[in-house]
C-alpha cells in the first residue's frame, strides 16, 4: 500500500520563458559571469501563477549549439544548472565536438513522475513547447529523463518545425525511431571504463583485477560502470541510490543489484548479505567506506571539504558532473595521494554520443557510416567514445608528468582545465571536430 502524498504534484497545463542576458544574469541570479559564460539563462515558469517550475542555461556557443541534459529534481536550483551547464562547454570543449555548453533543470518530484506517466507526458510537452523559444539550446538526457522523454522532445519540436532533421533535439532517442539509446547503452558508462583502463596501464600501482569499487548513485551510469569493472574482475563493495546505500567488504550481489534498481523500492529492498546498510537520510556515509575505486554517479558536491578528511580511496573516477570541487582535489592529492579523474574528461560519453545523433538527424551520409558499424551505431559509438576519451586521459597524465618535472604543483582538474579552455579559445582547434 502507497504512503499518502503529502502534497500532490499538478503538471501545468503551459509554461513559458523568462530570459535574462548579459548582466541582468548577475543581478536576478547572482551568477558570476566569466569569459565563456553564461550567456542566456532562462526562468521556466508557470503563466497561470507565476511558479518557477525550473531553469535552462546557455553557457557558451564558441564551438556549436549549447547541448545538455534535462535533469529532473524536486530541488533542482539555478546554481546547480549553471555548474552543470559550465561543465558541458568544458565537457565538449575537451571532446573536440561542435557543441557549446547548456543545461535545463526541472523542479518536480521523478517519483511521482515515474509513477503517473500521465503527468509525466504533459510536463514534458509543455517543457518542450517552451523550450522552442531558446533555439540555442539543444536537450538531451540526464538524470530523471529518459529516452521515451527525449523522443518526446523530438517530436514536439518536429510539429513545431514542420519536418524531421530540425537540429534541435532531443537526443538519445530510442534506436527504432533514428537515435541512439545513450542510458541504454550504458555510453557514458563507456567512458569511464576507458579511463580506468588507462589509469591501469600507466599507474603501475593500480590494476582493476581485484579493485573494490564502490558507486554512489546506481543509476544508467553507476550500475553501467559497476558491471564493465566486475565483468574484468574488479569486485563492487558498495552501491547506492535515493533510497538506500550498501556495503559489504566482500562485496554485494551484483546481479541483485541489478534487478533491484529497475524496481520501485530501489535498493532499499536488497536482501542478500551486507556489512552496512543506510537509509536515506544517511547515504553520504557510503563515501567514506574504504575502497580503491570510489564513483561518484549521482548530484553535484559529492565530496566536499565536510567529508574529504574520511575519505578513503585511491581513485575518484568521475561518473557526476562537479562532484568535487577544486580546492578539495587538492587537499586530496596532496593530503591523501588521492587521484582523481575529472569529469568533463571521463563522463564525455553521454555528449559524444549525442552529437553523433545529432548530426545523423541531419547527415544522411554520416549516418549510414555510424550505421554501418553494425547494432544501430552502438559499434562506432562505443569506439569513438572509447578513443577519445582515452587519448584525453593519457594527454592529462602526460601534462601532470610534465608539470611534475618542472615542480609545478597542480591537480588534473587544473591541466584538464587548461586542455579545454585552449580546445574553446584557439580558432584552428575550434574548427577541429572528432567525429
Not at 499538478?10 to 548582466?23: E, F, M, R
Not at 588521492?338 to 554520443?353: E, M, Q
Request: aromatic residues 6%; proline residues 5%.
Amino acid at each position: 500500500m502507497k504512503s499518502p502524498e503529502m502534497h500532490i504534484y499538478i503538471p501545468p497545463k503551459q509554461l513559458s520563458l523568462d530570459v535574462a542576458i548579459g548582466d541582468d544574469i548577475t543581478r536576478r541570479f547572482m551568477i558570476t559571469r566569466d569569459e565563456h559564460g553564461p550567456i542566456k539563462i532562462a526562468r521556466v515558469y508557470n503563466p497561470k501563477d507565476d511558479m518557477t517550475c525550473g531553469f535552462v542555461v546557455v553557457d557558451n556557443l564558441q564551438r556549436g549549439p549549447s547541448l545538455g541534459g534535462i535533469r529532473i529534481a524536486e530541488d533542482v536550483t539555478v546554481g546547480e544548472v549553471y555548474g552543470l551547464a559550465a561543465a558541458m562547454t568544458l565537457k565538449s570543449a575537451a571532446a573536440m565536438l561542435p557543441l557549446g555548453g547548456g543545461k535545463a533543470g526541472i523542479a518536480a518530484p521523478p517519483v511521482h513522475l515515474a509513477e503517473h506517466p500521465q503527468h509525466r507526458h504533459q510536463l514534458m510537452t509543455e517543457f518542450a513547447k517552451a523550450l522552442w523559444d531558446l533555439p540555442e539550446y539543444v536537450p538531451g538526457p540526464d538524470m530523471g529523463t529518459s529516452e521515451e522523454d527525449m523522443q518526446l522532445l523530438y517530436e514536439v519540436f518536429t510539429g513545431l518545425a514542420g519536418h524531421t532533421g530540425h537540429g534541435r533535439g532531443g537526443v538519445g532517442r530510442p534506436p527504432d525511431r533514428g537515435g541512439l539509446p545513450i542510458d541504454e547503452w550504458g555510453i557514458t558508462a563507456h567512458g569511464l571504463f576507458a579511463a580506468a583502463r588507462v589509469t591501469e596501464d600507466l599507474r603501475d600501482d593500480f590494476t582493476i583485477e581485484g579493485a573494490r569499487v564502490i558507486v554512489q548513485g546506481f543509476g544508467n551510469v553507476g550500475a553501467n560502470i559497476a558491471a564493465k569493472l566486475a565483468a574484468v574482475g574488479a569486485v563492487v563493495v558498495g552501491a547506492s541510490d535515493i533510497t538506500a546505500a550498501l556495503y559489504r567488504r566482500d562485496g554485494l550481489d551484483l546481479d541483485e543489484l541489478m534487478d533491484r534498481r529497475k524496481e520501485p523500492g530501489g535498493l532499499a529492498g536488497y536482501t542478500a548479505p551486507a556489512d552496512e546498510k543506510f537509509g536515506h537520510d544517511s547515504l553520504e556515509r557510503l563515501l567514506e567506506l574504504p575502497c580503491d575505486v570510489l564513483v561518484p554517479a549521482a548530484r553535484p558536491d559529492a565530496i566536499t571539504s565536510a567529508n574529504a578528511d574520511r575519505i578513503d580511496t585511491r581513485i575518484i573516477l568521475q561518473g557526476a558532473n562537479n562532484p568535487v570541487p577544486k580546492v578539495v582535489e587538492y587537499y586530496l592529492r596532496r593530503s591523501k595521494n588521492v587521484l582523481s579523474l575529472t569529469d568533463w574528461i571521463v563522463n564525455a560519453g553521454g555528449v559524444i554520443g549525442c552529437a553523433v545523433e545529432l548530426k545523423m538527424d541531419s547527415d544522411e551520409k554520416y549516418r549510414k557510416k555510424v550505421l554501418a558499424g553494425g547494432e544501430n551505431g552502438r559499434t562506432y559509438l562505443e569506439n569513438l567514445v572509447y578513443e577519445t576519451v582515452s587519448r584525453n586521459v593519457r594527454e592529462m597524465f602526460e601534462r601532470a608528468a610534465s608539470a611534475e618535472k618542472k615542480g609545478e604543483d597542480k591537480t588534473i582538474r587544473e591541466h584538464a582545465l587548461e586542455m579545454a579552455e585552449h580546445r574553446l579559445t584557439d580558432e584552428k582547434l575550434r574548427s577541429t571536430v572528432w567525429l
